[in-house]
């Protein structure tokens, strides 16, 4: 009888799990990413997301928008004290002011896998550098400090500015989940995305070469896209 190759079930991977995300503050030029505190960065988020004209913020995300103050800080307090999701606030570095909040989420040590997720920018953060360098600085944390191998990005498949998001910073398109959730009362078809460790390196220097103050000029406009 010849002799049979037995199957190849995957090549070997160091099997130590990853770490834990943990509150701490992670610093950056133009924003710095501390954990969530309803006290200290509700005013803000409050002021920068309420009524009918930010109610579009929300369209895509679990809850919202908020009718009432009281509803709004139930809301935060709940994410603040969530291990998974795992929330952070993020202020600009220079007024200390919270202009949004991400996530952690779906962490799973043992798989080196995490995800980013629950991300509200307000207005005065959309289509800035510091967007930007939040999403870096969050990926930076996930592959360098923790040792996760894999970095998920999950949304509404109708979300195409999510999408288009994920796309510009790197991370690759998978498919579609159809009929993945019900999320008040509509059916979400989800859109995944991921980044792997290895292509970490070459996503960090696409980010710092954008993040890179000779990348903008004089009005703050972008001389190179990401």
Known sequence: MAHQTPPVAGPPVDPTPARLPRRTNIDGAHVTLVPLDPQAHGDA??????????????????????????EFDAHLRKKA?????????????????????ASYMRIEPAQRVIEVG????????????????????????????????R?????????????RAARRLGF?????????MIVKGRNRDTAWY????????????????????SNFDESGAQKSSL
Not at 45 to 70: K, V
Not at 151 to 163: D, I, T
Not at 172 to 180: C, D, L
């Open 118 to 149: 629950s991300i509200l920018y307000t207005p005065a953060l959309q289509r800035t550098a510091a967007a930007t360098e939040a999403m870096y600085l969050m990926a930076r944390h996930v592959f360098e400090d923790l040792g996760y191998r």
């Open 45 to 70: 988020l409050w002021e920068a997301t309420h009524g009918p004209s930010n109610d579009g913020l929300w369209t895509y995300l679990f809850e919202g928008p908020f009718a009432a103050r009281g």
């Open 81 to 101: 004290a969530s291990d998974d999701p795992l929330f952070f606030a993020i202020l600009d570095r220079r007024s200390a002011r919270a202009l949004g909040y």
């Open 194 to 213: 991921s980044m792997l460790d290895s292509e970490w390196p070459a996503r960090r220097a696409a980010f710092e070469r954008w993040l890179s103050p």
């Open 172 to 180: 690759r398109f998978e498919g579609i989940f159809r009929q993945h």
């Open 151 to 163: 970095y998920e990005w999950k949304c509404n498949a109708l979300n195409e500015p999510s999408r």
